[in-house]
């Protein structure tokens, strides 16, 4: 108890629930992974698949950019397929590429092939996440740790695609021609990312992020219609156990509405939309975000110029937690991600 205690006293806990904070919070997404060298290190010979399914590696992999960075909050490593992975889908993450899915879900038969998720499909996710809220609990005075799942929109992207895609044009053209179908595949992927969640919160995670990263390809009208309701349904399931929950996609400037509608405490808001934007759209709820992920790439005095304009632009919000608008790019220098991660958490807020 006394370590749900100081973990609920962590400026990032804390920015979630809409807290005043003692300096505004920073995790970025894709810490761990390619940018590190101590990442490529230890994932040398290993699938990034089986890498998730190693409860020890895991653990590490989640800790090297908390110890590297002292950022305020880690991000469970896994992917958003690995659910579907672990219920037995056929599928691949191939490197530079991304998800590949041997057979594309089309039919109501496809969809009903698909198992439910159950935590025996996944006891290394289990036992990775109790080690490390374990370890976490004493790094920096605490540090929580996020958990995640795919959103239902982005998870059928690649299960009916097959593959990554620009235009997601197969995954729509089932949502527009095929709505039954397209209704019992979301209703499927939504009990997975579900069921992955509570796992995850029921061994210990401090909040979770709903990722809806392609999301920005649709109408807020079709997003409305045919996605909002089974994001709802996830979010929802994972209120139930008073976990915060924040909600991110990519290009949603015209979603923000509505994916803090669908039941985020905090939703994520990409680069392209100022800081400011997101707050009105979003009302009475906490933002995250929203970097440029290439202002690593300026001279250090340039980025930390613009991180200063989204902390202010924060300050309007419920609550703000300091984020890139989306992935870390993996040749960034994580020295800057260093200087970065500094500079927010010295940047005075009276
Ligand atoms: O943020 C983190 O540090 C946590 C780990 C994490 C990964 N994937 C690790 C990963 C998270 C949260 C994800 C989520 C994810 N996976 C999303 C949503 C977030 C987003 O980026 O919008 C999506 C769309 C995926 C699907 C996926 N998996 C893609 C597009 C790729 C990149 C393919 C490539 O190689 O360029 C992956 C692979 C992946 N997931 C890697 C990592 C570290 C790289 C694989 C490797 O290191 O070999």
Redesign the pocket.
């Known amino acids: 108890m006394g370590e749900q205690n100081h973990l609920s006293d962590s400026a990032f806990l804390k920015a979630v629930r809409g807290e005043p904070v003692p300096h505004t919070p920073v995790w970025f997404?894709?810490?761990?992974?390619?940018s590190l060298p101590e990442?490529l290190a230890i994932?040398e010979g290993t699938q990034?698949l089986e890498s998730c399914m190693n409860a020890e590696l895991v653990t590490e992999i989640t800790l090297q950019p908390v110890r590297r960075y002292g950022v305020d909050a880690a991000?469970?490593?896994?992917?958003?397929?690995l659910p579907l992975k672990a219920v037995g889908v056929d599928l691949d993450?191939?490197?530079?590429?991304?998800?590949v899915v041997a057979d594309p879900v089309r039919t109501l038969a496809d969809v009903e092939a698909i198992p439910d998720l159950t935590p025996e499909h996944v006891p290394f996710i289990t036992e990775a996440v109790q080690t490390l809220t374990s370890e976490l609990a004493s790094i920096n005075g605490g540090t929580p740790l996020i958990g995640?799942a795919?959103a239902p929109f982005?998870v059928a992207s690649?299960l009916v695609e097959g593959g990554?895609s620009k235009e997601h044009a197969k995954t729509k053209a089932l949502m527009f021609g095929a709505p039954d179908v397209w209704d019992a595949l979301m209703r499927k992927i939504a009990g997975i990312s579900a069921a992955f969640l509570e796992v995850q919160v029921a061994a210990g995670a401090s909040a979770i992020q709903l990722?809806d990263?392609?999301a920005g390809a649709l109408t807020p009208g079709d997003y409305q219609q045919h996605v909002m309701p089974h994001s709802s349904a996830v979010l929802e399931r994972i209120g139930a156990l008073g976990v915060p929950r924040i909600h991110f996609g990519?290009g949603t400037t015209n979603l923000l509405t509505l994916m803090g509608e669908a039941g985020a405490d905090v939703v994520g808001v990409d680069w392209r939309t100022p800081l400011a934007d997101g707050i009105a759209r979003v009302g009475d709820r906490g933002v995250q975000g929203n970097l440029d992920p290439t202002l690593v790439f300026a001279p250090t005095e340039v980025m930390t110029a613009r991180a200063a304009e989204v902390i202010e632009a924060g300050r309007a919000a419920k609550g703000h937690v300091f984020n890139l608008g989306?992935?870390v790019i993996p040749s960034t220098d994580p020295d800057q991600l260093a200087r970065l991660t500094e500079f927010v958490q010295t940047y005075p807020l009276d």
Do not use: C, E, L, N
Request: aromatic residues 20%; charged residues 15%.
């Open positions: 997404m894709r810490q761990a992974g390619r990442y994932r990034m991000i469970f490593f896994s992917d958003i397929v993450i191939k490197p530079g590429v991304g998800p995640f795919g982005t690649y990554p990722f990263s392609w990519v989306h992935g």
